[in-house]
Nanobody
Framework: QVQLVESGGGLVQTGGSLRLSCAVS????????MGWFRQAPGTEREFVAA????????YYVDSVKGRFTISRDNAKNTVYLQMNSLKPEDTAVYYC????????????????????WGQGTQVTVSS
């Protein structure tokens, strides 16, 4: 059974940084793209960032470009989201997700393309 476990969330002031981790178990994840999504209260889940199975391609929502960096360590079966210059509007529950398609050519921002999800980790940015 594939499981994703996020960690690293917390409370931080505006301008601060956090590093989220997502550990994957139950399969060797080297051949699958990974994504990060977030959901704030009263809003729909939105795409944040994705990384290809090889790590050679990344994709970000415009609102986090230049501030967030997604990376992966396939030897550790772990994906990271480094978040810098955090803003109050970044406050949300952050979820990692694993792509359903083996070696997808282009990473996807659509949640429909991800079939395994973590339980989420809360990120709160105070003003």
């Amino acid at each position: 059974q594939v499981q994703l476990v996020e960690s690293g969330g917390g409370l931080v002031q505006t301008g601060g940084s956090l590093r989220l981790s997502c550990a994957v178990s139950g399969r060797t994840n080297n051949n699958y793209a990974m994504g990060w999504f977030r959901q704030a209260p009263g809003t729909e889940r939105e795409f944040v960032a994705a990384i290809s199975w090889s790590g050679g391609s990344t994709y970000y929502v415009d609102s986090v470009k230049g501030r967030f960096t997604i990376s992966r360590d396939n030897a550790k079966n772990t994906v990271y989201l480094q978040m810098n210059s955090l803003k109050p509007e970044d406050t949300a529950v952050y979820y990692c997700a694993a792509d359903r398609t083996w070696r997808r050519l282009r990473v996807s921002p659509s949640s429909d393309e991800y079939n395994y999800w973590g339980q989420g980790t809360q990120v709160t940015v105070s003003s």
